[in-house]
């Protein structure tokens, strides 16, 4: 039996259709009717909220904060440390709260303010030994922090942290999946060039999810980028596109996902709006409830919660 047309089209779908735009994934099969909202899961321990604070994210600088009760991490450190400081005011954190910084890789775009920050307020830093080696940060990682290595979780900070590789042009990066002291989970994957059983594997049972979306495939291949730059961004070893995170999500979604965060958008290649369809289009066909976040280059993202 045919279904009424309205149930073919989903939420997300209708919302850019009466706003006059076009939807992106018109050439895709009519998807099913939206399952019933599941009742939210029951909390994982009792305790605060996990919050997570997207000081900014882009070729440009990432550094993310995490805070569970007294315990506070920064994930990454890709601005001045300045700018790391002014942008923690903004969101009304406060540095010298910290326990430590913990690094994906060693680009400039997380790790550009590392040595100053943590010098400048005593912090262990903690990276796999071909980051730290990269980043110059072996000898303040010896004194305070230490290697981290694929695949062994490792308490940081109160937290547990457990990285995982991921294929990126860098010496030894990684993605990570973190959890607090009441269970709730965070995983975090950017720079990854594609998808790979290993990462896909570890970003399990998530309460928030920060996935890379850095660029649409059509405005990277008719955009500016010298054609070098454009096979080295889209290549197995570069960047995330938006199709390519959606083409994943599925897998990832699990009961208790609610919150899909967008991080490392190109400012050239990409538009926030094409990356939030992609990956709202791909949630809706999972009938899966969580909402979507797109962070920013120039300013952090107002405190995300998860309880
Ligand atoms: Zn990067
Ligand atoms: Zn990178």
Redesign the pocket.
């Known amino acids: 039996m045919a279904l009424p047309l309205e149930n073919l089209f989903s939420r997300r779908r209708r919302a850019l259709e009466s706003a006059g735009q076009q939807s992106l994934l018109d050439f895709l099969a009519p998807i099913d009717p939206e399952p019933e909202p599941a009742p939210p899961p029951a909390p994982r321990r009792a305790g605060p909220p996990l919050r997570v604070g997207v000081l900014g994210s882009g070729s440009g600088g990432n550094a993310v904060v995490l805070e569970s009760g007294p315990h506070r991490l920064l994930i990454d450190a890709g601005f001045s440390c300045k700018e790391i400081v002014k942008r923690m005011q903004e969101i009304g954190f406060d540095a010298k709260t910290l326990g430590g910084i913990v690094l994906t890789?060693e680009?400039q775009?997380?790790c550009k303010g590392a040595r100053r920050f943590l010098n400048r307020f005593k912090l262990p830093v903690y990276g796999t030994p071909g980051t730290l080696a990269g980043a110059g940060l072996r000898t303040e990682a010896a004194k305070a922090g230490g290697e981290i290595r694929s695949g062994a979780p490792r308490e940081i900070a109160g937290f547990v942290v457990e990285p995982f590789l991921i294929p990126?042009d860098?010496s030894e990066?990684v993605g990570f999946v973190i959890e607090d002291p009441c269970g709730r989970r965070i995983g975090l994957v950017a720079?990854i060039g594609c998808r790979t059983s290993l990462a896909w594997g570890r970003l399990r049972d998530l309460d928030l999810l920060i996935l890379e979306t850095n660029h649409d495939l059509d405005m990277l291949r008719n955009g500016p980028y010298p054609w070098t730059l454009k096979q080295r961004v889209a290549g197995r070893h570069g960047h995330l596109s938006n199709r390519e995170a959606a083409e994943g999500l599925p897998e990832l979604v699990g009961d208790r996902l609610r919150r899909v965060v967008l991080y490392h958008l190109s400012r050239t290649n990409n538009l926030p709006a094409l990356a939030a369809a992609a990956i709202g289009e791909a949630l809706d066909r999972e009938g899966c409830p969580a909402q979507v976040t797109v962070t920013e280059q120039d300013r952090p993202t107002p405190w995300l919660e998860v309880t």
Do not use: K, S
């Open positions: 890789h680009h775009d997380h990126h860098a990066p720079d």
